[in-house]
């Protein structure tokens, strides 16, 4: 079991995450501009005066009526009164929030993708995009073939074997040969 930590830790990290939560405001203008792009437009009407009020996204709605945003989106898919008195829509009702497609529609859209075959040149670029790819060396001890793998799945995939054995083998300080035969070697 773990000592608890001293007072003055804790107020050290207490004040190091108020640090790091200070750079991290998000102004109005820019919470506008985030909801601008990714918002789902919402109406909240007031069913007693009658009068609609449209918010840009749904966290915005939330914040104005001091509520979290998935409590919104409740109230968005049941169609319930929030507090009684407030009717809250999308105002484009056709948008997917919260839905699922139905089984014939992700059986088209599978017909659909269904023989779209990649070139070797997309999946090259595919797999070059990957950012934290780590690149390979294996050698076979047998042959003496050095082989180079663009990623760790990709090895894990020639040599029929899970990408977890590949990493655990690399990270260990006795790289001793997979399968007696395999040595792996990170490139940078």
């Given at each position: 079991?773990?000592?608890?930590?001293?007072?003055?830790?804790?107020?050290?990290?207490?004040?190091?995450?108020a640090k790091i939560n200070t750079?991290?405001?998000?102004?109005?203008?820019?919470?506008?501009?985030?909801?601008?792009?990714?918002?789902?437009?919402?109406?909240?009407?007031?069913?007693?005066?009658?009068?609609?009020?449209?918010?840009?996204?749904?966290?915005?709605?939330?914040?104005e009526l001091g509520t979290s945003?998935?409590?919104?989106?409740s109230y968005i898919k049941t169609?319930?009164?929030?507090?009684?008195?407030?009717?809250?829509?999308?105002?484009?009702?056709?948008?997917?929030?919260?839905?699922?497609?139905?089984?014939?529609?992700?059986?088209?859209?599978?017909?659909?993708?269904?023989?779209?075959?990649?070139?070797?040149?997309?999946?090259?670029?595919?797999?070059?995009?990957?950012?934290?790819?780590?690149?390979?060396?294996?050698?076979?001890?047998?042959?003496?073939?050095?082989?180079?793998?663009?990623?760790?799945?990709?090895?894990?995939?020639?040599?029929?074997?899970?990408?977890?054995?590949?990493?655990?083998?690399?990270?260990?300080?006795?790289?001793?040969?997979?399968?007696?035969?395999?040595?792996?070697?990170?490139?940078?």
């Amino acid at each position: 079991m773990r000592a608890p930590k001293s007072p003055e830790h804790l107020a050290k990290l207490r004040e190091n995450i108020a640090k790091i939560n200070t750079d991290r405001v998000f102004t109005a203008a820019l919470r506008l501009k985030i909801a601008l792009a990714n918002g789902n437009k919402v109406l909240v009407i007031d069913t007693v005066t009658d009068v609609t009020k449209e918010y840009h996204s749904i966290r915005e709605a939330a914040l104005e009526l001091g509520t979290s945003h998935p409590t919104v989106r409740s109230y968005i898919k049941t169609g319930e009164l929030f507090r009684g008195i407030y009717k809250i829509v999308l105002k484009e009702p056709d948008s997917q929030l919260g839905r699922t497609h139905s089984k014939e529609s992700l059986i088209l859209m599978g017909r659909a993708r269904r023989g779209i075959k990649l070139s070797e040149a997309t999946k090259l670029a595919i797999t070059l995009a990957q950012p934290n790819a780590q690149r390979i060396s294996v050698t076979d001890l047998i042959s003496g073939i050095i082989t180079e793998y663009s990623s760790i799945r990709q090895a894990a995939k020639a040599l029929n074997c899970g990408d977890s054995t590949i990493t655990y083998n690399l990270n260990s300080k006795k790289q001793k040969p997979y399968k007696g035969r395999y040595v792996f070697i990170k490139i940078d």
